[in-house]
């Protein structure tokens, strides 16, 4: 069975704190990526990245760094969490050019 | 124009009756089509994957692509309450690009 495995699924954090955002596969898949989801606002494209060590900006990438240290591992970093990164961030894979996409089970961060 | 379009509903019907759930797209070059399933705070589950057009069927669920009308739906039969949840649509474009409707909201009443 395929799996997206995100470490936290819920997340209480402080405004200027650092987050760390955890998630692994285990489909030998080449790319991850890294969404956020918000009520009205659909699925928006943080960062993903298609190689070990490579990344690429998405669509809302400001405030947000990445890390891709092994295939199976993506993580997702918040130099210093503010109250309107209060959101769903979900991970997900697939292969490189063909196929479909696969989603872990969310984080749920809210910051204070 | 949005690469796809969904009807965000909510779609009210009772148990037992066929649902249908559709999203059009912009680009006739995509080829690889995506519905999910998302529960309240979970992350979305893939129900259907469809390369190209045509038919596909797994279970009580069934995926249809028209890529003459850029058409795609999915039809739930003999919908069941614990099928009440968000459906998305999503389509495979290049350069590793996903596009994502915004979702149906499907409530199925006892």
């Known amino acids: 069975d395929v799996k997206v495995t995100q470490s936290s699924r819920y997340l209480v954090k402080r405004t200027g704190e650092k987050v760390f955002l955890e998630c692994v596969q285990d489909?030998?898949?080449?790319?991850m990526f890294w969404y956020r989801q918000d009520p009205g606002l659909g699925l928006r494209l943080i960062y993903f990245s298609y190689d070990v060590k490579m990344k690429e900006k998405g669509d809302i990438p400001e405030g947000y760094s990445v890390s891709r240290e092994k295939k199976e591992r993506f993580s997702l970093i918040l130099e210093s969490a503010s109250t309107n990164q209060t959101s769903m961030y979900l991970c997900?894979?697939?292969?490189?050019?063909?196929?479909?996409?696969?989603f872990g089970e969310g984080s749920r961060l809210t910051v204070l | 124009q949005k690469e796809v379009e969904q009807d965000p509903g909510p779609l009210s019907v009772p148990e037992g009756a066929i649902v249908s759930l559709n999203c059009t797209y912009s680009?006739?070059?995509?080829?690889?089509f995506m519905w999910y399933r998302q529960y309240s705070r979970k992350g979305p589950e893939l129900l259907m994957y469809?390369?190209?057009?045509g038919n596909k069927e797994d279970g009580r669920f069934t995926a249809q692509v028209d890529k003459s009308s850029k058409y795609i739906s999915l039809f739930i039969r003999d919908s069941q309450p614990s099928d009440s949840a968000t459906y998305l649509c999503a389509i495979r474009g290049n350069f590793n690009k996903f596009y994502f409707g915004s979702g149906t909201k499907l409530n199925v009443k006892p």
């Open positions: 469809t390369y190209s057009s």
């Open positions: 997900a894979s697939s292969l490189l050019q063909v196929g479909e996409l696969f």
């Open positions: 489909m030998d898949h080449e790319n």
């Open positions: 680009n006739s070059a995509f080829q690889y």
